[in-house]
């Protein structure tokens, strides 16, 4: 008889897959080394968009951080601080009244050593997009997973880009605008790069304005948003041109209404998942608008206005969640806290000076979706 010593208890491969993917990805990447059939599972594209779906639900944040890069003006990033000056923060992490961040190191492993500057387009499923100067080459790169790819694609360096995301095709798009002119009539050029068509191509609808090589597109639920200004025209006038990566149609969304005249400061932002525009004004207070709505009945709704002595200029949140009754914001430099029209603000030295982009820690591969 076969003693209980000898038995070898199991789990079923579906209750396996179960617990596997509601892990974070550095285990996974570590549980690839346990057996091969285990690496082969982790190491599938269905399984990684699996654990995206479930990861992408988390509400406590546990699978999200903040990834933080040297910068030069709004968008570009240059290599003077070497390619490894780098660093990611779990998004938990950060609390109100907390300036212990649990910082890990990274390195760019796609600049070359001609690369002079880089620019930072976004993130999406985990993968995030970057045009290199001056090869003027576009990257892939999932740094949860330290993997890359070069696209077949240039990226002229006086353009302004959008990287967006077709859910129904799963297709990742990346958009190229170039100023233009048509029988005298200036106009901003379209050329798209599709991820499942492998190729470029451009399109007859054309953006009626101008966009700013330094302002790259925000990807949100299917369209990209650029602010554009109408041509022969002032900022004053300025809207939000849109982008749609099912139909490629562009659209328009106005501004919310406030007085140019009192602004400092202001940007153009995604903030909980909403469409939102921060600034400042000479009375030293904070003021957040965000898109409320469906596309077809969107308006714009007065989320938060702080007032402070600390508020200046270049204090804006590039990231921003609401926890109990307080709202937590971090940008360039700092982390702040929100609470009964009260402000905060922590330094913490390894974020400062610089520019900072959340995403979700994913398994996508960039290899996998242009291969």
Known sequence: MESNATKQSYLPEDIITEILLRLPVKSLKRFQCVAKRWDSMISNPAFAKAHLKITSENRNFTSQSVLSLPQEGPAFCTCSGGPGALCTCPLHSIEYGNSNLNLVQLDFPFVPPNTSHFCYMGFINGLSCWSLHP???????NPSIRKFKVLP????????FGFGYDESTDDYKIIILTNSAKNGVP?????IYSSKKKCSYKIDDYLDGDISSLWHGKHLSGSIYWIATPYNSSRDTCYIATLDMATDTFGSISMPEFDNRMIIYWSFELLGGCLSVIYTDFSSQLHVYTMQGCMMEQKWSRTLTVAGNYVCYSISPIVMYKKEN?????????????????????????????????FVESLISPEDMTN
């Open 135 to 141: 090869t003027d080459k576009i990257v892939l790169w």
């Open 153 to 160: 694609i240039d990226a002229p360096s006086l353009s302004s």
């Open 187 to 191: 106009r901003m050029e379209v050329e």
């Open 326 to 358: 307080s709202w937590v914001g971090f940008g360039p430099g700092f982390v702040q806290g929100y609470k009964d029209g009260d402000f905060e603000c922590l330094e913490f030295g390894p974020f400062c000076g610089t520019k900072i982009g959340p």
